[in-house]
């Protein structure tokens, strides 16, 4: 009775587990094909043409779907209505690396007169990652600060790849892209230290040839990554550029209060064949600094300071006016918060922040 019973429970089991399998063998055989009609070129038409409505369903459909839906979605991005437009982009977004056919319309998505499908943009160039990152420092000079403080978050979340391209920005961007450049570098810490030879050089020429933005961004953004540029500063003395030697004297300039720095500028006051913009320059950082050591320095060697006070008189070169940290308006951008609080955006929010994603990048728009 008992080994009748025990045969009676295992053929249960067996039966069971068998059934089980052949029903998961079964709706693994059905996925595909259901995957396949879900998103098919008619049913993806069909969740294009209800974006407008804001629904998530369609949403999540279209980001499920992935690289089959970023065709129509990359046609949806020049949509007449701003919140299709939006919900788009956000959709090729998340979407992500595989979107990355969508980056040359998103480039042009960029220019767009909204803020919030220029932001929504940045968000999804970012999320892309690589391959958007020269879209994202086009987006560095975005008249709209958000959008600004958007392609920040998202160079500096990238990291590493985004390198090559802010680098090469430091050397040939326009002053407002190469100041941003630099604040991105900063964020990346110890990760840009491969930037700061380029970014030395940057300094010292916007230093001397821009008074309207304060170039010690770069100073400060050297600060944040946290490495020894002294070894960098010297081998920047010795650059045929006087504008490149110019700006290392005004960072040596900042580290007064270091042992090292005042007999580097001090041998570069007494050194009768350097420029004498980049003496005048040694002369004024002594000045300002607050140390003993550099005015028994100014003191000792008056004659040489006055002359080459008198001769730089004589030149055309200019003082640059953030010469002083204190009369220097930094380059400070927020990066922790971005949007504009509305009160018509409380009134009526619109069916794009019914997507969780857009809701919590234009919160401002969407109040709960």
Same mark, same amino acid.
């Not at 004024?284 to 320095?297: H, P």
């Given at each position: 009775?008992?080994?009748?019973?025990?045969?009676?429970?295992?053929?249960? $089991?067996?039966?069971?587990?068998?059934?089980? #399998?052949?029903?998961?063998?079964?709706?693994?055989?059905? #996925?595909?094909?259901?995957?396949?009609?879900?998103?098919?070129?008619?049913?993806?038409?069909?969740?294009?043409? *209800?974006?407008? &409505?804001?629904?998530?369903?369609?949403?999540?459909?279209?980001?499920?779907?992935?690289?089959?839906?970023?065709?129509?979605?990359?046609?949806?991005?020049?949509?007449?209505?701003?919140?299709?437009?939006?919900?788009?982009?956000?959709?090729?977004?998340?979407?992500?690396?595989?979107?990355?056919?969508?980056?040359?319309?998103?480039?042009?998505?960029? &220019?767009?007169?909204?803020?919030?499908?220029?932001?929504?943009?940045?968000?999804?160039?970012?999320?892309?990652? &690589?391959?958007?990152? $020269?879209?994202?420092?086009?987006?560095?000079?975005?008249?709209?600060?958000?959008?600004?403080?958007?392609?920040? +978050?998202?160079?500096?979340?990238?990291?590493?790849?985004?390198?090559?391209?802010?680098?090469?920005?430091?050397?040939? %961007?326009?002053?407002?892209?190469?100041?941003?450049?630099?604040?991105?570098?900063?964020?990346?810490?110890?990760?840009?230290?491969?930037? =700061?030879?380029?970014?030395?050089?940057?300094? %010292?020429?916007?230093?001397?040839?821009?008074?309207?933005?304060?170039?010690?961004?770069?100073?400060?953004?050297?600060?944040?990554?946290?490495?020894?540029?002294?070894?960098?500063?010297?081998?920047?003395?010795?650059?045929?550029?006087?504008?490149?030697?110019?700006?290392?004297?005004?960072?040596?300039?900042?580290?007064?209060?270091?042992?090292?720095?005042?007999?580097?500028? #001090?041998?570069?006051?007494?050194?009768?064949?350097?420029?004498?913009? =980049?003496?005048?320059?040694?002369?004024?950082?002594?000045? +300002?600094?607050?140390? *003993?050591?550099?005015?028994?320095?100014?003191?000792?060697?008056?004659?040489?300071?006055?002359?080459?006070?008198?001769?730089?008189?004589?030149?055309?070169?200019?003082?640059?006016?953030?010469?002083?940290?204190?009369?220097?308006?930094?380059?400070?951008?927020?990066?922790?918060?971005?949007?504009?609080? #509305?009160?018509?955006?409380?009134?009526?929010?619109?069916?794009?922040? &019914?997507?969780?994603?857009?809701?919590?990048?234009?919160?401002?728009?969407?109040?709960?």
């Amino acid at each position: 009775m008992r080994k009748s019973t025990s045969i009676w429970i295992l053929s249960l $089991l067996l039966s069971s587990t068998v059934t089980t #399998t052949l029903v998961n063998i079964e709706a693994l055989a059905q #996925t595909p094909s259901t995957q396949s009609q879900q998103c098919s070129e008619v049913e993806i038409k069909k969740y294009i043409q *209800q974006l407008g &409505k804001g629904e998530t369903s369609d949403f999540d459909a279209l980001v499920a779907c992935r690289s089959q839906s970023v065709p129509a979605l990359i046609n949806t991005i020049d949509n007449p209505d701003e919140s299709t437009r939006v919900i788009a982009i956000a959709a090729l977004g998340e979407i992500g690396i595989p979107a990355a056919l969508a980056v040359p319309a998103l480039k042009i998505a960029l &220019k767009d007169k909204s803020v919030e499908v220029r932001l929504i943009t940045v968000d999804a160039l970012g999320k892309i990652r &690589k391959r958007a990152v $020269l879209s994202l420092i086009t987006a560095l000079e975005d008249k709209d600060e958000d959008v600004q403080t958007a392609a920040i +978050n998202a160079l500096v979340k990238i990291g590493k790849p985004a390198l090559p391209g802010l680098i090469k920005t430091l050397n040939t %961007g326009s002053w407002k892209s190469r100041l941003y450049a630099a604040v991105v570098l900063g964020k990346m810490h110890s990760n840009a230290k491969s930037s =700061v030879p380029a970014m030395i050089r940057t300094f %010292g020429k916007s230093f001397v040839e821009e008074s309207d933005v304060c170039p010690y961004s770069f100073y400060f953004a050297l600060k944040d990554i946290n490495t020894d540029i002294i070894p960098e500063l010297n081998t920047a003395l010795k650059d045929k550029d006087w504008k490149v030697r110019v700006g290392a004297i005004a960072l040596f300039g900042q580290m007064t209060s270091y042992s090292y720095a005042i007999p580097i500028l #001090t041998r570069v006051i007494l050194d009768n064949k350097e420029d004498i913009r =980049v003496r005048y320059v040694a002369v004024i950082s002594l000045s +300002n600094s607050q140390s *003993q050591q550099a005015n028994s320095v100014l003191k000792k060697y008056q004659k040489t300071v006055a002359l080459i006070v008198r001769k730089r008189k004589m030149s055309d070169f200019k003082l640059p006016s953030s010469l002083r940290f204190s009369s220097c308006a930094t380059l400070q951008a927020d990066t922790t918060s971005i949007g504009k609080f #509305t009160a018509s955006a409380i009134k009526k929010p619109r069916p794009m922040c &019914k997507i969780p994603a857009i809701r919590a990048l234009l919160w401002w728009k969407c109040p709960k």
